[in-house]
């Protein structure tokens, strides 16, 4: 069975640190996607890759950046984390059919 | 730009009562339809995808789908509500550019009733 494994299901981090949230797929997809999930305002894109160290900007990558440096993980950094970015964060895997995979999600929690 | 429209965001029924989830996109181009379940605390879930052929389309856990080209929807339904399927629900467009990136509705609460 494909697995979308997040390295993490709950962190709580302090204001200004640096984050990472990991991603890894066992399935050789090329294209692997950010979201974070809020209440009342669904998934939203943050960054998405469709090669390794191709990426792309999604909807709100403001304070976010990614790494990709091998095909199977796409990283998520918080380069100096806010209170704003509480949140739940999910990772994704398209293969074809363009169905998405997901991980289990990571809920982080910035005090 | 592609966008998706989900009517209700709680829906109630009784346990053995009809489901009925609503998804609207708005699209000149038919694009690819999903439908995924979130049970609390975990990612989503593939219920159900449409991309070419049959309109009517059959998921897991007893759901389907019909894609009405002429009223741009994709609604999901199950004759029977049981309990288990209390969960989020979420409506996806993705077109066939940009990776296949989805865009996501806002998701449907389903509450099951006993």
């Known amino acids: 069975d494909v697995k979308v494994t997040q390295s993490s299901r709950y962190l709580v981090k302090r204001t200004g640190e640096k984050v990472f949230l990991e991603c890894v797929q066992d399935m050789d997809h090329e294209n692997m996607f950010w979201y974070r999930q809020d209440p009342g305002l669904g998934l939203r894109l943050i960054y998405f890759?469709?090669?390794?160290?191709?990426?792309e900007k999604g909807d709100i990558p403001e304070g976010y950046s990614v790494s990709r440096e091998k095909k199977e993980r796409f990283s998520l950094i918080l380069e100096s984390a806010s209170t704003n970015q509480t949140s739940m964060y999910l990772c994704a895997t398209r293969g074809q059919g363009f169905g998405y995979t997901f991980g289990s999600g990571t809920r982080l929690t910035v005090v | 730009a592609q966008s998706v429209t989900q009517l209700g965001s709680h829906v109630s029924v009784s346990e053995g009562a009809l489901v009925l989830l609503r998804c609207n996109y708005s699209?000149?181009?038919?694009?690819?339809l999903f439908w995924y379940v979130q049970y609390p605390n975990q990612g989503l879930q593939l219920l159900l995808k449409y991309t070419t052929g049959a309109t009517l389309v059959k998921g897991i856990n007893g759901f389907e789908a019909e894609f009405k080209k002429s009223e741009t929807s994709f609604h999901l339904t199950k004759p029977s509500a049981h309990m288990s399927d209390a969960a989020e629900y979420f409506c996806?467009?993705?077109?066939?550019?940009?990776?296949?990136?989805?865009?996501f509705g806002d998701g449907t609460t389903l509450t099951v009733k006993p």
């Open positions: 890759s469709y090669d390794v160290k191709m990426k």
């Open positions: 996806a467009v993705t077109y066939n550019t940009n990776a296949g990136k989805s865009t």
């Open positions: 699209s000149s181009v038919p694009p690819y």
